[in-house]
C-alpha cells in the first residue's frame, strides 16, 4: 500500500507565494511521474504539472513562470512552490503519483488566495 500526503496549504494574501509538500511513503519501490492537480468544488480536477523521475518538468499555461515543481527521489518527496499567487488559484491541492502503472493519490491540502 501506497500512502500520499499533501502539506502545506493555508492562506495567502494576493501576490504572495506558498509551498506545498508531497511525501510518499508504504511500499514504494519505484516511483515514476508525479505530479499535481488543484480542484475547485463543482469543477473537474486540473492539471497543473508534472515532474519525471529524472527530473523533467511540465506545467499547465496558468501557472507556468509562477509555479515550480521540485523532487527529492531519495525521500520519495516532491514540493510545489507557487509564487504571485491569484485569487483563481483558491483551490483543493492534490498530489498524484505513478507506480508500476497504477496511480496514487493524496487527501489533499487547501489554499486560499484572498485580499
Known amino acids: 500500500q501506497v500512502q500520499v500526503v499533501e502539506s502545506g496549504g493555508g492562506l495567502v494574501q494576493i501576490g504572495g507565494s506558498l509551498r506545498l509538500s508531497c511525501a510518499a511513503s508504504?511500499?514504494?519501490?519505484?516511483?515514476?511521474?508525479m505530479g499535481w492537480y488543484r480542484q475547485v468544488p463543482g469543477r473537474q480536477r486540473e492539471w497543473i504539472g508534472s515532474?519525471?523521475?529524472?527530473?523533467?518538468?511540465s506545467y499547465a499555461e496558468s501557472v507556468k513562470g509562477r509555479f515550480s515543481i521540485s523532487r527529492d527521489n531519495a525521500k520519495n518527496k516532491m514540493g510545489l512552490q507557487m509564487n504571485s499567487l491569484k485569487p483563481e488559484d483558491t483551490a483543493i491541492y492534490y498530489c498524484?503519483?505513478?507506480?508500476?502503472?497504477?496511480?496514487?493519490w493524496g487527501q489533499g491540502t487547501q489554499v486560499t488566495v484572498s485580499s
Open positions: 498524484q503519483l505513478s507506480q508500476y502503472g497504477r496511480g496514487y
Open positions: 508504504g511500499s514504494i519501490f519505484s516511483i515514476d511521474a
Open positions: 515532474i519525471s523521475s529524472g527530473g523533467i518538468t
